[in-house]
């Protein structure tokens, strides 16, 4: 074994390159955003990065609202402190996953699922600050060049490593997400100051991940599967499992204490006009469960006209005959609270219609198109009104599905508006497969 493990390190002493063996050691940035990358890896990953950044910046799931980026860049100043989030460059992208991340060269992704899931600005600031946690530290840089050493023992292990080859090669890649895990932690602790430095309540994130676990219990449960929250990670588990992070978390809030400011309101304001594609999104990974948690979450101050259209549409879509009478009656409460989309309309009297309550889904439809006459699918609509006596579920389950969709494009300042068929809630195109990326 000894012998081994000599020969892997003589290989990886031979296999270091003299230009790597010099490259200066890279010094956390000045802030005053005049840092240039350090030796060959850093410049390369900071190519790369801008690269990516190049298609964040032209991507059609770029959410360009200049007053809900200029809010939330606003928060993370606020955190980290003037000078250090000067430089920083944000893009939200529609992506219902929750997560966020912070490239080499200063870019953070904050993904809509992400925002999402948190209620109050001090939330916000721990998840964003935990991602500039990472960039101060230069975790991509070392991670780089962690994953680059540890390929290279692997190479050698299997070459020399003899009988003993597989065990050693268990323990390099073991020692590798050992070392992703230690640096999620580090970043962690790193919010957690910054926060304790700010105006914000640095208490407020480990309940982050006591509502992740809960949400993840949910979906579980929705599925008729057992679900356990780990205590500890597995072998390959790259982040602190949730109940890790929320106990190491907590026991930072009982030293530091539960002062400062939260800032609900202000955050619930400045995402009220997102919320709702925010939703849709989310409704469209039919994750049942986890998205029935979302909106019990978001609802604990009270049941919104917004939230009900939610609700009525996660249930619509999952369509069994009770959900029906649920989704029907959230339509119902949210007109009755004031919901102006016309959609909303349509898709109460497509339930309606499903249920069997023939009349009363004409008369939705009818209000549908009164509210809204130059709809795109109006010809279906009326066609629908004057056969509802014959109609029958799969021909409006066929309709439903054929109603045009919401685009995700959005001018400045505003969130998009539906298009003339679609639902405000329901109607949210597609998205991309989700970034991989640090929070989670």
Known sequence: MRRALSLILAGLALAASPAAAAEPKPTLPPFSWAYQPVGVDERGLWMEADDLEREFRDSR??????????????????AVGEDRCKGVRLYIIR????????AANGMMQINTGLLL??????????????????????????????????TDALMWAGITGGRNGANLQLAIIGSFFRFKREE??????RSFEYLAASTYRAAASPAIWERMMAEYEASAAARKLKFRNARRPSFVDSHPTDMQRMVYLKALAAEHGDGGEDGVDGYAKALAAWRPQFLADAIKLND????????AELARSGWTKELLAARGDLYRLRGNPRDLTVA??????????GATDPAIHRDLGMVLLRSGARADAATALQRYLALRPDAADKTMVALLIDQAGATSGAAVMHAESGAPAVSPGSPANAPPEPASGGSAVAGARALAPANDGSTK
């Open 95 to 102: 992506d219902p996953s929750f997560n966020a991340s912070m």
């Open 288 to 295: 049942f469960g986890g998205s029935e948690y979302i909106l």
């Open 61 to 78: 799931l770029l959410v360009r609202d200049e007053a809900l980026n200029s809010y939330i860049h606003g928060v993370l100043c606020r």
């Open 184 to 189: 999620e932690i580090a970043a962690d602790i």
């Open 328 to 337: 029907a009656q959230a339509y119902r409460d949210a007109i009755a609270q």
């Open 117 to 150: 899931r948190l209620h109050s600005e001090a939330e916000l600031a721990a998840a964003i600050a935990h991602e500039f946690g990472h960039f101060e530290l230069r975790h991509t840089l070392e991670a780089f060049k962690r994953r680059r050493r540890s």
